[in-house]
Every structure is written in structure tokens, then in C-alpha cells.
């Protein structure tokens, strides 16, 4: 399936958010498997004036296993190395560049890269002139509302509107708002009625009911979703058959302890210490661990070893209960 069958297809576009460290390529081949997006986000390449694109991320484009396009996305702001990244990229299978207007990471703004350039419009528009021009594929941006203020995107938008984008995704919040709520979603309506192209909306989507709100009230022509996907990856599909009208099926607790021991057997570190394989797991669990009821999360923070990790999952989730796997503020 090609990007423009999925930008122009009849059904809702349902992407995958980029997400450092946890959107490689074994993870997207792991929620392909059920279901899965329509499009897949690379985590960002890193560029300045003697970057190389860094290998995991071009190993997950090579051997994309989805058989859905693949967005690399660049973080950075200096001009011609984002030029000289992007031509590169461009001969890779990807369907489109993609450029970071909003990670918050302070290591990252402080560097005016990712949301701290949305402090300054002057420098976006100039880079978005170059790399528009520079990429001969689709060329999309994800952005956040502004820096410090929602208002700020009344300055923003037109900068967008006028390069030509093939799609913008918004994650309505402010970089200064980090991920606290609220999620500003009537700020994606506003870039539905400007935008040109495509809008993809994302911030705070957990469950299907939600989801199909949210391109209601919103027109946008699909989500974008992050951490509700690791918590869930049955959620692509559940949005499907919400929008179909259909019942929404929920997992088990016996399909997300699948799901988990899928996670793990996805890391591929089979040698690395137990303590570091268990770190990393609770990095995933993170996201999940909220929504199983009792103290789940509470006594998988505290795991060190694989047998611990596994013995807790099997205590609370070796059941047949169906599972909603939502966040407390909506559940
Ligand atoms: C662990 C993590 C890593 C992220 N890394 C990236 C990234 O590399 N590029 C990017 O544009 N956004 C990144 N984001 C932001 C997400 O793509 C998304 O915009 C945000 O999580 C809001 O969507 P959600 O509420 O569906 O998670 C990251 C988010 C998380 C939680």
C-alpha cells in the first residue's frame, strides 16, 4: 500500500506515532501483528552539521516488515544538513521526510531544535522552504501548538499552509504543557479549516469511542497515536470496528500477558543481565501497567529478575475478564 492510497483512501488514516526507543522496527512488526497501523513513524534522526543517520533507524526502514509506509522523521535545525539528510533518506524505501516541531525534551528545545524552534516562525519558514524544495518525495511535519501559548498557532499555521505540505500532524498541546492535559483539540479543527493538506490528529487517544469523537469533532483526516498503542495495540483494530459500528472486541487478561511476553521476546536481548532486561520491559509497562487493576504496576516497578516479572503477570493477568486497558482519567 502506498502513501497516496492512504492519504486519499475513504477510511480515516490510523498512524503510529514516532516514539524514541520504543518505535523500532521489532515493535512495529509486533502491533502489525495486530492489526496494526496504516502508517509507521521512524524515531527521529538526529541532525546537525556532522550527523549520520543513525543505523538502527535506517535497519528498521530496510526491513520494514508492515507492508505499510514508513515516515522518517529528522530533528534539527540546521538547514543543510537537514537538506543533505533528507536527500539521503529520500532513496531509502520511505514514503515520506518528516520534520519535528515538537519534541520537549529540554536537552532538545534548548538547542532551539524539535518544539523549541516553534519560538521561532521566522527560521521555520525558512526551513521548510529548503527542505520542500530539497525533498522530490511527500514532505510532511509533525508540530505541536506553539512553544509557551496555544495563541502561538495563529502565527504558525499560515507558515505551514504555505509550503506545500503533503500532511501535518498536530499533537494539541504546547511544548511548555510537556504531557499534562488538557489536550487542546478544538487547535486541530482550526488547522482542518487552514491546512491545504491532510491533518492528522494526536494527544491522548485511548480508546475507541474516543477516537471516533475525536474525527468527529475535529474533521481531521486521521489520528496519530503513541502511548495509547504500547498500552494497547489492539486499539487500530478496535477503531476500526467502532467506525464500522461494530462491537469493539477487548483483550483478555490471558491476551495481554500474550502481549507482554511478545514485548519481551521482541527486545532481542537475550544477553543482557536480567536487571537490564527487566528495566527495559518496565519501560513499556509504564504505559500499560495503569491499566490493569490492583497493584500490577505497583509490584512490576519493583521486579529485578525475569522469574519476579513473570510470576506477576501471570498473578494478575492468567484470566478470561475482558480488559478496557484505559488510563484513570477515562476510565
Ligand atoms: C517515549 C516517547 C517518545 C517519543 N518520541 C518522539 C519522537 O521521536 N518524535 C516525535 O515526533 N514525537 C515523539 N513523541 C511524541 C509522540 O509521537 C506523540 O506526539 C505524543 O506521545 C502524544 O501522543 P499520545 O498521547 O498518543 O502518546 C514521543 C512520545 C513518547 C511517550
Known amino acids: 500500500m502506498t502513501l497516496d492510497e492512504v492519504l486519499q483512501g475513504p477510511a480515516p488514516i490510523l498512524a503510529l506515532a514516532p516514539m ?45 516488515t508492515t507492508g505499510r509506509p514508513v515516515i522518517a522523521q529528522l530533528i534539527g535545525n540546521d538547514i543543510q544538513a537537514l537538506v543533505r539528510t533528507a536527500k539521503f533518506l529520500q532513496q531509502l524505501p520511505v514514503a515520506a521526510i518528516d520534520l519535528n516541531l515538537g ?29 520542500r524544495e530539497a525533498v522530490q518525495i511527500k514532505f510532511t511535519v509533525k508540530t505541536r501548538l506553539g512553544f509557551a501559548s496555544v495563541d502561538e498557532f495563529d502565527r504558525l499555521l499560515p507558515i505551514f499552509a504555505k509550503h506545500s505540505l503533503d500532511a501535518l500532524t498536530v499533537h494539541a498541546r504546547t511544548v511548555a504543557q510537556q504531557y499534562r492535559l488538557p489536550v487542546h483539540y478544538d487547535r486541530i479543527r482550526q488547522a482542518v479549516e487552514t491546512m491545504p493538506c491532510p491533518v ?42 467502532q467506525l464500522r459500528g461494530e462491537a469493539v472486541t477487548l483483550p483478555t487478561g490471558r491476551d495481554v500477558w500474550n ?29 500499560l501497567g495503569e ?41
Open 259 to 287: 502481549y507482554i511476553r511478545a514485548l519481551w521476546d521482541a527486545q532481542g536481548f537475550s544477553d543482557k543481565p536480567e536487571k537490564v532486561r527487566c528495566e527495559r520491559m518496565k519501560k513499556f509497562l509504564g504505559y
Open 291 to 331: 491499566g490493569v487493576p490492583g497493584a500490577f504496576w505497583h509490584q512490576i516497578r519493583c521486579t529485578q529478575t525475569a522469574a519476579d516479572f513473570h510470576r506477576i503477570c501471570r498473578e494478575f493477568l492468567d484470566h478470561n475478564q475482558p480488559m478496557a486497558l484505559l488510563p484513570v482519567d477515562l476510565a
Open 103 to 131: 519534541c520537549p525534551a529540554p536537552i532538545v528545545y534548548r538547542k532551539c531544535a524539535g518544539g523549541g524552534l516553534l519560538r521561532e516562525p521566522q527560521r521555520i519558514d525558512a526551513i521548510l522552504g529548503a527542505l
Open 200 to 241: 492528522i490528529a494526536n494527544g491522548h487517544v485511548y480508546s475507541a469511542a474516543q477516537a471516533e469523537e475525536l474525527l468527529t469533532r475535529t474533521g481531521a483526516r486521521g489520528l496519530m497515536i503513541g502511548r495509547g498503542a504500547i498500552r494497547s495495540p489492539w486499539l487500530f483494530n478496535q477503531i476500526r470496528q
Open 20 to 64: 524514541q526507543e520504543v518505535t523500532d522496527g521489532a515493535f512495529w512488526t509486533l502491533v502489525h501483528g495486530y492489526g496494526g497501523a496504516d502508517l509507521y513513524w521512524t524515531e527521529y534522526f538526529r541532525v546537525h552539521d556532522t550527523s549520520t543517520p543513525e543505523k538502527w533507524i535506517l535497519d528498521a526502514i530496510r526491513q520494514n
